[in-house]
């Protein structure tokens, strides 16, 4: 293929994929453009896709280095990529390609030998990093900028002619050999970079420029200008259509922060915030006064039943004042009973600081007239029956904890716990549930 031709099959090449580019733009312009939010993971997106594009093979690289042939050939090379994006700005690629490289050696003096290598496939896996995804300042990319490297497989064949037209075929001297894989396989390593267009939500146009490192000095046929390695490039334009679902975006041109700052500027989203805030400011509210508390006898109003106790009574859960008996003797002493409420918060065992005086008064008149009490522990109905048994148990533990460390005989103290077997208000209500969530202690 002389370069007149080439150049009139890569422009015909171009041409094609234009058209079939916007015949895949019109196909997809009825339909409405999909969205997703920023943080719900893959599931949400396209995540795979498949490309076609056709080029120019040469055997050389932009980045320069020594060849062995001074005078290089233009040829078609085409191939096919499938993708799975991984993130939004890094997939993995894997590629295929074929096509003809070739040069010679006309315009340097020296014998005219020419080279000509049938790249039967050159398949590789590549890393590819989206550039443009990481551009905070644009909301939906059109233009994204990529690079690629990888490792693949190239399967080829180079045949060499002389300048006296002695043609050595690299094929027929390994079959003749009796070598049924005839091509010769070396490792490459492919390194790029390129730009997308977004034609529409599942087309894209590409252009690519891939360098090709092979891993020997025989691609070209020619061992010369050792120990330097063969290399060659692919300068390729193509379509990639994204698979998946249609009410789904493509991963490749999602822009998580700008989506992110979409969102938080979303009025609908502002205004769920504003109702967010005026509902937590009702329920700060609402617990302020459920602390309330008139008489400071430690009960909230909502839950006094004695709401005028006077200062420094020792009242029960219910906000009722504590009479307790003045015994004569010590035997009277130990027939008489008291009674008190130690009331708990949700899901807790540890002791308010308001039923310290209760504690200590009960403390105090064991300690100086001797008797045992029993301490019965409870719980409301929320949670499962065995928990709730353990949690009336550690209530009841607690408040012994208290009397012992403040000096009553530990064999003075008796525990129980009865769980949410023994409810003295109805647990269908908040208001009944705080006042089973209690320890009773009673004297024997």
Known sequence: MNYSTLKKGVAASLVALVGVTSLASAQDAPAT???????????????WSLGVNAGVLAPVVVTGGSNDYSNWDVNLGYGISLRKQLGH?????????????????????????????????????????????????????SVNFFVTAGYGLAAYNPIVTASNGTVTNWKTVKEARGINDSYVKQAYIPVGAGIKFKVSDRVSFNLAYTMNFVDGDNFDGTYAKLPSN????????????????????????????AMMYDELKDPSLRQEVEALKNRVANVEKSVEDLKKDSDGDGVADMFDKEPNSAPGAVVDGSGRTIKFPEPTTAAATSSVTGFETIQFEFNSSVLKTESYPTLDKLSSILRENGGKVTVAGHASSEGTAAYNMKLSKDRANSVKTYLVNSGVNASSVAVKGYGETKPIASNDTEEGRIQNRRVETSRN
């Open 33 to 47: 453009s999909s969205s997703a939010k920023v943080f719900g993971g893959r599931a949400q997106y396209r995540t």
């Open 89 to 141: 700005a890094f997939g993995l690629e894997a590629n295929v390609f074929r096509g003809k490289v070739s040069g010679n050696n006309e315009k340097v003096g020296a014998p005219n030998n020419m080279f000509e290598t049938e790249l039967q496939y050159a398949a590789d896996i590549r890393g590819v990093v989206n550039v443009a995804t990481v551009d905070f300042l644009r909301r939906e990319n």
């Open 230 to 257: 063969d290399k060659f490039s692919y300068t390729s334009a193509g379509l990639e259509f994204s698979l998946g679902s249609k009410s789904k975006p493509n991963l490749d041109w999602v822009n998580p922060l």
